[in-house]
């Protein structure tokens, strides 16, 4: 539907790796690597505690800065809890929101995902939503249900207007940090369905402008074949993501 309405889109989730000094060796990296990419839209996002410092290093760069999540409230005594106006702060302009990884072992619900993406849409941060089942959820046949429900929770009441500010990643719980990526064609199906979802809610011209990203297992060998699918915009990295040399073949064989 449309693919050329939608600039591709590649980001690194650094998950909880990296000191100071090896985030801004990759930073470094990266910048030396990808200076020359105008056609894709690149994003970092480590750990909070070196988002300053890396905001500053890419002052200027084509290279942009995310978080990995944020609580919903503004400021208030929320020990540990860090709110989309310190990311904005900060020097972000994205934030993942929803992973599988905060729904697996730090209770995320599609509730907390919903108050999330309103907090970041107000502090003008491109919310990244992370969508997928789980192994067993794919084995029942009922991934798309899964979806579904993610979905209708997540976005509720948001609006035309701010649906096309949002960037949706589908990661099939399956694939992460396994090596088992899905195949392009398991991935192709499950965006269509996510990419039909938004036509039903939002209508066929929102739905054609909102990026699509697929997560699990990506590598310089596979991005390839997952970027030629229609319904497939982008990719969000982890383990690739952690060296200059495979995150940049990543973003420059996705092109
Ligand atoms: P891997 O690329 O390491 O499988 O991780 C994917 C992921 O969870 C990105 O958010």
Partial sequence: MNKGLRRPIIAGNWKMYKTVKEGEEL???????????????????????????????LLETNIGLGAQDTFWEEEGAYTGEVS?????????????????????????????????????????????????????????????????????GGFKGVSEVDIEKIVIAYEPVWAIGTGKVATPEQAQEAHKYIRGWLSKAYGTDIAC????????????????GLMANEDIDGALVGGASLKVETFTAIVMNSR
């Fill in 209 to 224: 402008k909102i990026r699509i990203q697929y997560g699990g297992s990506v590598k310089p060998d596979n991005i390839k």
């Fill in 84 to 152: 989309a106006k310190m990311l904005k702060d900060a020097g972000c302009q994205y934030v993942i929101i929803g992973h599988s990884e905060r729904r697996q072992f730090f209770d995320e619900t599609d509730e907390s995902v919903n108050k999330k993406i309103f907090a970041a849409l107000k502090n003008a941060l491109t919310p990244i939503v992370c969508v997928g089942e789980n192994l067993s959820e794919r084995e029942k046949g009922i991934a798309f249900d899964v979806i579904k429900k993610q979905l209708d």
């Fill in 27 to 57: 930073v470094n990296g990266l910048k030396r690597e990808l200076y020359k990419v105008t056609d894709v839209d690149v994003v970092v996002c480590p750990p909070f505690t070196l988002l300053v410092n890396i905001s500053d290093m």
